[in-house]
């Protein structure tokens, strides 16, 4: 789902996206990956670009080769969604906005069960809109 809004001036565009879960078909998470591709490729360069929501996956507590789009604040360990996010978040030249400030690690949990505490939800930016934003 996508929303643009005009505010001071700017163009908003707000992506909320659900990726699909860990147990489905390659070719679903594939398809999911395309039409979010597609979706921000419509997108001009010249308006701020946010997306956020459930990525079903798992970035990691460290960077990791990823220094460009992760700055090392998570926990847990790296899954092949999560991989999946940090290359997406670098062909776009996106910064992931969870990984940008310490957190306590029960501020860091989005999901959690009887089983486990985990972080799947991430909120994506521009690199050139850092400055827009603070913990």
Do not use: C
Not at 51 to 66: E, L, M, V
Request: charged share 25%; glycine share 10%; proline share 1%.
């Amino acid at each position: 789902m996508t929303i643009k809004l005009v505010v001071r001036g700017f163009t908003l565009n707000i992506i909320s996206a659900y990726a699909p879960q860990a147990g489905l078909d390659e070719e679903v998470k594939r398809s999911f990956w395309e039409d979010l591709n597609k979706m921000v490729r419509g997108i001009s360069h010249t308006e701020k670009l946010f997306i956020g929501r459930d990525f079903n996956g798992h970035i990691g507590a460290t960077s990791g080769g990823y220094d460009d789009v992760h700055d090392g604040f998570d926990f847990g360990d790296r899954n092949r969604g999560g991989t999946s996010l940090l290359d997406f978040a670098r062909a776009f030249d996106f910064v992931i906005a969870n990984s940008s400030f310490p957190k306590k690690r029960e501020h860091l949990v989005t999901f959690r069960s009887s089983v486990v505490k985990t972080q799947i939800d991430y909120l994506l930016y521009r690199k050139s809109d850092r400055g827009l934003y603070m913990d």
